[in-house]
């Protein structure tokens, strides 16, 4: 008896899985805490995350079968999976990847809609390093955001909450709500980044980043080719 409670618990024989345990379609099992990762599966099912899934499951198809030993492994994984050497089955990427070798962010093949290759082409840091921000892009290695997460709008790069004084600034797009289509106050719209940029300090109104793109000037201030200068100064 007690040999058999602690056989079920182990989840794993000798010469496969239990019946009636979380691991019982496994061939076989990996030395690991409590033998509950599968390395082999019987034929017909699939590797996926250290344990053997059916037809029926989501990721299936995403193991590319080799089953010329007598039970299953995987010889290739498809997007958002990698192939483990050690327990020769697929494993998910990161959230942030589309293609990867490796659990991590910084093992990322490819990236994901909406996440930013950076210079080094493993890391998709979009998500990562931007707060509540869902698409990114750079500009000379400065990552800015584009479109954030509901009841943010970007403002000057970054995901601003509703209750921040910028966020009126913004006027979300009627159907990417979580972008700007233009821009009012001291902020100019940037069509590239679907976000709103403060002015230049001179002006109260512009088009652009620079001191000669005022639309407008403070009291006081006209506007000169652009540039806002107060006569007699």
Known sequence: MIFAILLLLTFCSTTGCVDGSPTESCYKCADAPNNTICIACL??????????????????????????????????????????????????????CSTCSGPTHFDCLTCRVGELESTSPSSCPCNLTLENCRSCGSDSNVIYCKTCADNYLPINGKCVASSDSTYQ?????????TSCASCTGPYYYDPNTYSCFECHETCLTCTGPGADACLTCPTGGVSVNGACAIPGL
């Open 169 to 177: 600034f913004c006027i979300p797009d009627e159907y990417h709500p």
């Open 43 to 96: 034929k017909d099912m699939r590797l996926i995350n250290g344990a053997c899934v059916g037809s029926g499951d989501a990721n299936y198809s995403k193991c590319i079968p080799d089953s010329s030993n007598g039970y299953t492994v995987c010889s290739s994984c498809t997007d958002a999976f990698y192939l483990d050497p050690l327990f020769f089955g697929c494993f998910s990427c990161h959230e942030s």
